[in-house]
Every structure is written in structure tokens, then in C-alpha cells.
């Protein structure tokens, strides 16, 4: 039965997706194109469109509108590399083995960041699996050209985009953060520099619109994955001045921060040079959607637009808030996973629709080869289900989720595993063994551990939670024997009395007047000589 059905939803997708086009007095199908759009540290409500009254987002708001919102959409990770694997693969994190951004000490080399944690965090993979038939591996075998551009950070070279299935490759290398700025020049040995003061995002746009340009007669996957929005932030002067204006106008907090348990967490957003970093990315994403439109593609192609993981709300450029969300990137809590999520397909999607259906990174990979009627790989997506039922309005079958991230990162999370079954949410800490019980639908900001009051959901919760980690092999932190706890409290004393108030006053400095970063707003001002 299975099987039959299976081949039914197969055969559904390719009625519902192929479309005809006449050549030389013949008819053809083509498959449908796919352009897949990966943020990097954008948060669910860095969106106007999911209700920021800061940040504008007139473009990536017209995929929303015009496809499905998963307003449970999660990434796959609080952090990035996980993520993009598990977008990639089909599998989480637990599973794949990459559980912390690559480049992030372990073991004993933990204990160089001078922290003083009770954990020394366990070894993970530094590049995706070469064994694995990767998303664009199947997209190839089914007649697709593949193109990527942007960030990767998933293995140095030998472990590229081109190495994963990708046929073109334009700016994907080891590093995660864009290297040099977002402003040519910069330090990218994927991307030549081809004009000083040129922006980073608008490059990308630019580059896959020449692809889609040059293929518009064959099948494509495009994966068109920003370096936006992670650090190092940067923008021209015009979008600071405009965004400056408007945190004015809506009024400016006395304070911004909040400390947390390990780093301030951000509470506003109303940082102007992130604001332009976030329309700038904006803009690039209405290059490309405006191109479909021109080409005459858009109704045969296939838009996804997510992030990799929740804002940056503390550590890195402690850019801004996810409130209502708790906390952001690193965090175990909702405003470091959750994401927007957006599926927009000719013909079976109607627009302004939402979904409310918990589902992941993971679930792409299945998605997406349901979608273009081609045959699933299960034994590769093990943790993904195809959302093909919910695009049309129906159902998908009950299941728990899992993340696994038993590091520390940069941004002040804990080392924990999650797992949200229904409403429930169980979060494990690796340091002293507790247990935070939250029901999401009654508490979305995670205001109130109700462990206490739910002691067999708790136990009920942790038994499947383990269950699933051990049978896919995770690996877990280990007790620092060197750990000293008068020495982790001096530092995070410091961080209170000295960090807390710098970052005030740093915020402060960025919506002053007279604020004026060094090198022509970082490159983007060129003087011609």
C-alpha cells in the first residue's frame, strides 16, 4: 500500500508541475525550476512580512504572500553548518555529525576561548559526508542544471559546492563569514572582484540571474545561499541614515540589552546598519524574482526562501531581537531555531496561506524532489518528510522533532539536546542534567518551565529524546576536570560590568548623528581618482 501510494503523489506532482512548451511544432515537458533562497542569521521577525515594524522587506514578503508561510518552520540548528547539512542531506545534525559551525574548538582546545566552561564540547565532522547523495546530487541525476552562489561552509576545498553536486559554483569556500566585507574588494577566491565599493549581495543576485539567464530552456536548481546577514554588519551610509531616522521616529529605548546567562541578549531592534544589511539583501532577492518575471519563468518555478538559524541577538555583531521569540542564534530556545519558512509553488500553492505544522531544514530535500515528480531517496533524507500534503492543504503524519547541539558556540547558548513532540518542548542541559518543560501553544515566548508540574511528561519526553540520540550515534560534552567555578564567575562578572555597557554604548554610537565608521562606510564609498 505504501508503495501505490507513493507512485500516486508522484504521479500527482508531475501532472500538477510538468509544464508543456511547444518546439518545432512538438510538445515537450519540462520540469519545473527550482530556486532555493538561504539567509544566513536571519530571524523569523527580521521580516516585515512576519511582523518586524523595523525592518523593510518588500521582496522576500512577495514570496510569502504569494506561497505558503510555515509559521512553525525550523532550522535544523542554532547554528549555521549544521543547518546548511541538514538542508543538504536530509538528516540532522545527530545524524550527519557536523553539530557546531566548522571552525568551533572542541575537546581541550575549548578551553583557549578563556571562558572557564564546565564542558569541554565533543569532536563533530568538518565537511558534509562525501557518501551521501546530496539534494543537488539528485537534482543532477533527474536532468537538472545546478547552480550555487554564496556562502557554504561546509568543508574546505575538496568538500565545494561543485564537490556536492553542484555544476557552477560562485563564492562558496571554507569560510561562513563574508571575508574582506560586503563590499568589493573582497577576500574570496570563488568571486573575483570585479569593481571596487560593489555589494556583496547585489553580486550574488546578479550572478544567478546570468544563470538563470543562460539556462531559462532547461531545468534548474538555483541555490542562491547570502552571506547576509552575518557579521561582520555593513551598509552604505544612504540605508544607516534611513534606518537611523525611523529607530528615531519610532523612539529610541533606554536601554537595549538584557544579560543572559552566559552574554547580554539583544531586546530591540533598531539597529540602523543591520537594517541596511537586511534591505540590501532585500533588494538582491527582488533581482532575482524580478528576472524570473522578465524571462517569462515564474510560473514554472519552484521558490523557497529560510534562514540557516534565529537572529543574532547576542554574540558576533549582536545585531538584533526575535522577540517575541527567546533569545536567538546559539540558543536553544525558539528564537534560535525557528525561522521563516516559505514555499511558494505555481499552481498548487494560492497565496497568503499558512501552515501551522511544525517542520524543518531537513524536510527540503524530500519536498523538493516531490515536487519536480521524481523518485525519493529515503534511505538519504532519513529525518525529512515531503510537505507536498500540506502545500495542497492536507495532512502529514504526527512526529517528534530533535536537535542536538552539545556545544557552547559564540553567542551564549548552552550545550543541550531538544525535543518538541506536539505542543511540548523538552530541552536537556549537559551541564548539570536539568530539564526545562515548555508547552509552545501556551507559551511561545518561554517564559515558564512547567518541568515541575509534568513530571511524567518530563521523564515520558526524555526517554524518546535519548532514545533517538544514541540510536544515530551522538556524540555528547564531557566534564572539564580543569574546570574552575570561581574563575567562569569572574568572567562572566566581567561580562555584566564590562561587556553589558559597552554594548549600550556602542548601540547608542551606531544611531548617533555623528556616527561615521572608518574607511568610506566600509569600502562601499569610492572615490574615483
Same mark, same amino acid.
Given at each position: ?166 555544476? *557552477?559554483? !560562485?563564492?562558496?569556500? #571554507?569560510? &561562513?563569514?563574508? /571575508?574582506? =566585507? ?5 577576500? @574570496?577566491?570563488? %568571486? ?109 518555478? *519552484?521558490? !523557497?526562501?529560510?534562514? #540557516?538559524? &534565529?537572529?543574532? /541577538?547576542? =554574540? ?5 531581537? @526575535?522577540?517575541? %521569540? ?204
Amino acid at each position: 500500500m505504501q508503495s501505490i501510494s507513493v507512485k500516486v503523489v508522484l504521479m500527482a506532482s508531475i501532472l500538477l508541475f510538468l509544464s508543456c512548451q511547444k518546439k518545432n511544432n512538438s510538445v515537450e515537458f519540462k520540469k519545473p525550476n527550482v530556486l532555493f533562497i538561504l539567509a544566513d542569521d536571519l530571524g523569523e521577525y527580521d521580516l516585515s512580512c512576519i511582523g518586524s515594524q523595523y525592518y523593510e522587506t518588500p521582496n522576500i514578503d512577495r514570496i510569502a504572500n504569494e506561497g505558503m508561510v510555515f509559521t512553525q518552520g525550523y532550522a535544523n540548528c542554532q547554528v549555521c553548518s549544521p543547518s546548511r547539512a541538514s538542508i543538504l542531506s536530509g538528516k540532522t545534525p545527530a545524524r550527519h555529525g557536523i553539530t557546531d559551525w566548522i571552525g568551533a574548538a572542541t575537546g581541550e582546545n575549548w578551553r583557549k576561548t578563556g571562558r572557564h566552561n564546565q564542558l569541554l564540547p565533543p569532536n563533530y565532522l568538518h565537511q558534509l559526508p562525501s557518501e551521501y547523495i546530496t539534494l543537488p546530487e539528485a537534482m543532477k541525476e533527474a536532468g537538472y542544471k545546478t547552480f550555487f552562489a554564496g556562502k557554504w561552509h561546509l568543508g574546505a576545498k575538496g568538500s565545494w559546492p561543485e564537490d556536492h553536486g553542484f555544476d *557552477i559554483n !560562485i563564492g562558496g569556500w #571554507d569560510a &561562513g563569514s563574508p /571575508a574582506g =566585507g560586503y563590499f568589493s574588494p573582497w577576500e @574570496n577566491p570563488n %568571486l573575483e572582484n570585479q569593481k571596487d565599493g560593489e555589494n556583496l549581495s547585489l553580486r550574488l543576485a546578479r550572478e544567478t540571474v546570468d544563470f538563470i539567464k543562460s539556462h531559462k530552456d532547461t531545468s534548474f536548481f538555483a541555490y542562491l545561499s547570502f552571506y547576509a546577514v552575518h557579521g561582520p554588519i555593513q551598509t552604505s551610509e544612504e540605508k544607516w541614515a534611513k534606518y537611523r531616522d525611523k529607530a528615531e521616529a519610532i523612539g529610541i529605548a533606554e536601554s537595549g540589552y538584557e544579560m543572559g546567562h552566559f552574554l547580554p541578549i539583544r531586546q530591540v531592534q533598531d539597529n540602523p546598519v543591520y537594517a541596511g544589511l537586511v534591505e540590501t539583501m532585500d533588494d538582491a532577492v527582488g533581482i532575482v524574482l524580478n528576472a524570473l518575471n522578465e524571462l517569462g519563468l515564474a510560473e514554472n518555478t *519552484i521558490i !523557497i526562501f529560510t534562514s #540557516d538559524n &534565529g537572529g543574532v /541577538a547576542a =554574540g558576533d555583531s549582536f545585531s538584533t531581537s @526575535n522577540k517575541p %521569540l527567546r533569545a536567538g542564534k546559539g540558543y536553544q530556545y525558539e528564537g534560535g531555531i525557528r525561522e521563516p519558512y516559505f514555499i511558494k509553488v505555481p499552481g498548487v500553492t494560492k497565496g497568503n496561506q499558512t501552515c501551522e505544522i511544525p517542520v524543518t531544514g531537513a524536510d527540503f530535500y524530500p519536498t523538493i524532489l516531490t515536487l519536480v515528480g521524481v523518485e525519493l531517496k529515503p534511505e538519504e533524507h532519513l529525518d525529512g518528510v515531503s510537505l507536498l500534503p500540506l502545500l495542497k492543504g492536507e495532512s502529514i503524519a504526527e512526529r517528534a522533532l530533535y536537535w542536538h547541539y552539545p556545544h557552547y558556540g559564540n553567542q551564549g547558548g548552552e550545550p543541550s539536546s531538544i525535543i518538541r513532540d506536539g505542543d511540548w518542548k523538552l530541552i536537556h542541559y549537559y551541564e548539570d542534567g536539568r530539564e526545562e518543560l515548555y508547552n509552545l501553544k501556551a507559551d511561545l515566548e518561554e517564559t515558564t518551565d512547567i518541568a515541575s508540574e509534568n513530571p511524567d511528561k518530563v521523564t515520558e519526553l526524555n526517554a524518546k529524546l535519548f532514545d533517538y540520540l544514541n540510536k544515530v550515534g551522538a556524540k555528547f560534552p564531557e566534564k572539564d576536570p580543569l574546570y574552575d567555578a570561581q574563575k567562569e564567575k569572574n568572567y562572566l562578572d566581567n561580562v555584566r560590568h564590562e561587556k553589558l555597557p559597552a554594548l549600550e554604548k556602542q548601540r547608542l554610537l551606531y544611531l548617533s548623528k555623528d556616527f561615521d565608521p572608518e574607511n568610506h562606510w566600509w569600502g562601499s564609498q569610492v572615490t574615483e581618482d
